[in-house]
């Protein structure tokens, strides 16, 4: 009897070796899976080996006289307008396109560090997410650029689409879907169906250039120059698109009216708020151009769920009402929006086997 049960158990423990094997790390590193989403501002990162998620800024410091790499991601970031004429901060990435090559490597070769903390026994897979309007030579040099680093393969695929996934909208099916994608440096319009983007309308600007609107209003009407720091925090704290937003915020920068002078001002959401809407309507125009090339089919899907709202652009007070009075359609912005496309990048990769079909480059 006690020797059955010692059968019994040794049979027990090969069943749960067997059924568990996939989760040991050897065969995890053997298939691993990166995701990125390649933003111009930041750039996300998932690794399946411990379902790792990281987030930098996409910049590398730069000693322009020794050509020495100072700095990389947030370090680098926090250099901006704080070192001497002969540091650089670049960003090599500009709305999905590689700018500079030789910076992109330095870059990537960083984060991956950052990521597999120097550990890569096997060549990864990764899938790379890209804005819909990136060229196919560009998409070939992000497939090289990943190439050169080590990656066995490379895929892309566009951010929407990665979004609708990370949103777990059932895109697969013939039932349409419409989304919006607002980013720091594009905002993308697109109706899905059936796994594929049917219809696109992009807009080249988003939340860096009405940054840079905004910059430049506060230094007509108030004689005042506002740094990265002082303009990032107007960003998330003042501007809104909710027409009785009582919002405000001290501001501090360069007094331009007074040379060697540091001036504060108080800024309100009305100061900016028709910079706001020119923004959000050159969106809603898009939604529009999408709406207008689908069947009616897929018309009445955009009736039926509303509008998917996703990217770092979507956090903005009161950009569901406003929309959906623009457009008189329901509008929805997803929790956590600007983190819709890297978890989209985690469940095709994980689900791959039913996906490459579908996204194999």
């Known amino acids: 009897m006690k020797q059955l049960k010692q059968s019994a158990t040794y049979k027990q423990r090969w069943q749960l070796l067997l059924d568990n094997w996939w989760n040991y790390r050897p065969i995890k590193h053997l298939n691993r899976k990166i995701g990125i989403d390649l933003g111009s ?10 379902d790792k998620f990281i987030t930098q800024p996409a910049c590398v410091a730069i000693d322009t006289r020794s050509g ?15 070192t001497a004429a002969n540091v650089q901060v670049t960003w090599p990435i500009k709305k999905g396109v590689v700018q500079d090559l030789d910076v992109a490597r330095v870059l990537f070769r960083w984060l991956l560090g950052q990521l597999t903390k120097g550990v890569m026994l096997f060549r990864p897979q990764v899938l790379v997410s890209l804005p819909v309007t990136t060229g196919v030579s560009d998409r070939q040099v992000v497939l090289e ?26 895109i697969t099916d013939a039932s349409g879907c419409l989304l919006l994608h607002l980013e720091s440096q594009t905002m993308e319009a697109v109706a899905i169906s059936m796994g594929k ?45 909710d027409a009785i937003s009582k919002k405000e915020l001290d501001v501090l920068g360069k007094d331009l009216s007074n040379p060697g002078q540091v001036k504060q001002v108080k800024l309100n959401s009305s100061h900016m708020r028709p910079l706001v809407e020119a923004t959000m309507d050159k969106a809603t125009d898009a939604l529009r151009q999408v709406l207008a090339r689908v069947s009616a089919e897929m018309s009445s899907d955009a009736v039926d769920k509303g509008i998917l709202v996703t990217g770092s652009l979507a956090y903005m007070d009161g950009i569901e009402r406003y929309m959906t009075d623009k457009l008189r359609l329901s509008v929805m912005v997803l929790d956590e929006p600007d983190k819709q496309v890297i978890w989209g990048t985690k469940h095709i990769l994980t689900h791959w086997v039913d996906f490459r079909d579908l996204y194999s480059t």
């Open 197 to 241: 983007i049917v219809a696109s309308e992009s807009c080249r600007q988003g939340g860096e250039q009405l940054g840079e609107r905004i910059k430049a209003q506060v230094k007509q009407q108030f004689q005042l120059e506002l740094g990265s720091v002082q303009l990032d925090k107007v960003m998330k704290n003042v501007v809104s698109l």
């Open 68 to 82: 020495e790499v100072l700095a990389v991601g947030v370090d680098a970031q926090k250099m901006l307008g704080r």
């Open 41 to 50: 501002n930041s750039v996300r990162l998932w690794d399946s080996l411990d």
């Open 145 to 170: 650029l990943m190439r050169s680093l080590g990656a066995k393969e490379v895929n892309t695929i566009d951010q929407p689409l990665a979004a609708s996934f990370g949103a777990q909208v059932p």
